[in-house]
């Protein structure tokens, strides 16, 4: 089992959709959770993070960590064609700084 | 807003010779990474580098690999004898004291080409 897999997508919505992007972890040891987005040629950029398991809202973005089923997701509202991009999400452990990142799912917000 | 510096943008070079990748981390940080992501792929954690020392590596991470920090603002990447699977983006990346695990910034990268 990978330890950190996504959906690649890619994923299509309207403009003004509600996105949900979701990651699945083995690691039971990961503590941090983070979300980033790679535009094309990039280097990663955060986007959020959260610790251990509940919700955190920043602007259109919700990121929501489920610790008992291993499940990483982000809501984007309110999409806009500047969101087109791949969200990666990353997890790390308190023990360890390197992230461990998903393979991304590409998202396409069509205007 | 502060960044992290790489150069170059892209860099080709001949299977077994020597490259360079050269990254300033932003001033006030204390942790440095290189990971790299080969096209099509997911980004990997390479290593890490604290305190003039590695701190950890992956399996990637193997002798032909080495890093650097020769000066005070500069952390390089060296891979002695490129083979054509070294061929990928090289992120480097450094994080902020105190929230390490999401402090991260990372620089454009470096798209490297072996032929």
């Known amino acids: 089992q990978k330890e950190v897999e996504q959906d690649p997508g890619p994923l299509s919505v309207p403009e003004g959709a509600i996105v949900s992007l979701n990651c699945t972890y083995s690691?039971?040891?990961?503590?941090?959770f983070m979300w980033y987005r790679q535009y094309s040629r990039k280097g990663p950029e955060l986007l959020m993070y959260t610790y251990s398991s509940g919700n955190k809202e920043d602007g259109r973005f919700t990121a929501q960590v489920d610790k008992s089923s291993k499940y990483i997701s982000l809501f984007i509202r309110d999409s806009q064609p500047s969101d087109s991009a791949t969200y990666l999400c990353?997890?790390?452990?308190?023990?360890?700084?390197?992230?461990?990142f998903g393979s991304g799912t590409r998202l396409l917000v069509r205007p | 807003e502060p960044e992290v510096t790489q150069t170059p943008s892209h860099q080709v070079t001949q299977m077994g010779q020597e490259v360079i990748l050269r990254c300033v981390p932003i001033s006030n940080h204390l942790y440095f990474y290189w990971y790299r992501q080969i096209l099509g792929q997911k980004v990997e954690f390479l290593v890490s580098?604290?305190?003039?020392?590695?701190?950890?590596k992956s399996e990637i991470f193997d002798d032909q690999f080495s890093v650097e920090r020769p000066d005070g603002s500069n952390f390089t990447l060296k891979i002695r004898s490129t083979k054509l699977e070294d061929s990928a983006m090289y992120f480097c990346?450094?994080?902020?004291?105190?929230?390490?695990?999401?402090?991260?910034?990372f620089g454009s990268g470096t798209r490297l080409t072996v032929v």
């Open positions: 990346a450094s994080s902020a004291p105190m929230i390490l695990n999401y402090g991260y910034t």
């Open positions: 580098f604290y305190n003039n020392e590695i701190s950890e």
């Open positions: 690691n039971s040891a990961f503590q941090y």
């Open positions: 990353a997890p790390s452990m308190d023990s360890s700084y390197k992230l461990i």
